[in-house]
């Protein structure tokens, strides 16, 4: 009798946690997890960064937030680009750069944001006093 109450609770398990044949509870959670992971990667979006480290024409770009599931583009406004998280780029000469990242959901959905980047240039309109 006591075998066939545990048979009947495990099946009962089963029934109520919808588990596929072949399908183990730890698989079905895994599962679960890249859901909730896929959603919040969805329904958060956010494309704001700054530069982490700058030296002559050397600049290291940073994202403010990430939300794994996501990627992103980098396009640094001197026609080249990165789909590296978190880019060092070398720009051949001083000027200003557009640089502008976007960033792509697993839905589909994506966001930009632009930064001007100012390198060797000096600022001359000092006022005396």
């Not at 859901?35 to 700058?54: E, G, H, M, P, R």
């Not at 789909?83 to 792509?104: A, C, D, M, N």
């Not at 589909?108 to 944001?113: A, L």
């Amino acid at each position: 009798m006591k075998a066939i109450s545990k048979i009947s609770a495990a099946i009962f398990f089963l029934a109520i946690f919808g588990l596929a044949s072949g399908q183990t509870l730890k698989s079905r959670t895994a599962s679960s997890l890249t859901a909730k992971t896929k959603l919040l990667a969805c329904q958060n979006l956010n494309s704001a960064f700054s530069t982490i480290f700058k030296s002559t024409h050397s600049v290291r770009f940073g994202l403010l937030t990430f939300v794994p599931g996501q990627t992103v583009a980098w396009d640094f406004g001197d026609g080249t680009g990165s789909r590296e998280l978190e880019p060092l780029h070398q720009f051949s000469k001083s000027g200003s750069y557009l640089v502008t990242l976007t960033v792509y959901s697993p839905c589909g959905g994506q966001v930009s944001t632009a930064m001007l980047v100012m390198l060797g240039v000096v600022q001359t309109n000092v006022s005396k006093i």
